[in-house]
């Protein structure tokens, strides 16, 4: 979003809710009840929608949609413009949440329905099949809410000694389950020294509105560490972080760099291995991974 249309989107919202206070009357207890049994199937499309006088503006309340998985997997969430007053599209918040309705998700995390790109209004969660997960949303403006639920399978690789092989140029899937503290570790053999190339692809969430600006302290991080368990690469910045705004490696392939020259390095031939987990507890989602 280009700092222009981040003021213009202020004053969009400020008048929107103007014109929402005028035209629509506050929607009565019964209203607010019925839209927190909103919910999402648990396999498959479904959509909630929220109409101008539901929304979290008008009514002073939030709008719960619950959400039981039939598989472990992840849910995917795409808000787009339901409203005919708030002028520009409608915007707000949405919180992913337990079955107590407490975040384990980014709270407050910020959408935008007509912003410049689907980070602005996408967003990936990983789930486990069985329990019960609350969607949160704050909206002003009335938004239409598409969930896709899809199956992946969460591996027992959750440790070192119990990483995944990973054959070279062969793609893997995984899931970080929202609300986990796990990780998904997979092995490399390298047969001869050459430059590793990692290459990734994901589907997170994490997008926080602050004076103006969005920013994306969130997503998966994707590290190389040597057999005795130490990040590959030294100092802070030893991994790679794949967000919504950068989901995938845009700017080529995740490459290890000599600290000292600032040249790409190549690592000697033995047993490496690679490291995907969540960059906060509230981090979650699906990716795909390959090395070369």
Known sequence: MKKGRKCNK????????????????????????????????????????????????????????????????????????????????????????????????????????????????????????????YFKIESVGGVKITASAVSAAKGTNNTRSKAKTLAKNKTVKGLIIAGENKADWYKIKVTKRQQVKINYNVKTNGAQYSSGMVSYYNGLKIALYQKNGKPFADGSNYYALANIKNPKDVDGPYYLYNSYTGKRSGIDPGTYYIKVERYNRTSSGYYTIKWK
């Open 10 to 133: 202020i004053v969009s919202l400020v008048l929107a809710a103007i014109m929402m206070v005028s035209v629509f009357a506050v929607s009565t207890p019964e209203q607010v009840q019925a839209a927190g049994k909103l919910s999402f199937k648990g396999s498959g499309k479904s959509t909630v929608t929220i109409t101008d006088d539901e929304c979290t503006y008008v009514t002073g309340k939030e709008t719960y949609i619950k959400f039981k998985p039939s598989k472990t997997g992840y849910i995917t969430v795409t808000l787009k413009n339901n409203s005919t007053a708030a002028s520009g599209g409608a915007a707000g918040y949405l919180t992913f949440c337990n079955g107590s309705k407490s975040a384990i998700g980014q709270n407050r995390e910020y959408y935008d329905t007509v912003g410049e790109g689907s980070r602005y209004y996408t967003r990936t969660y990983g789930v486990k099949k069985g329990k019960t997960y």
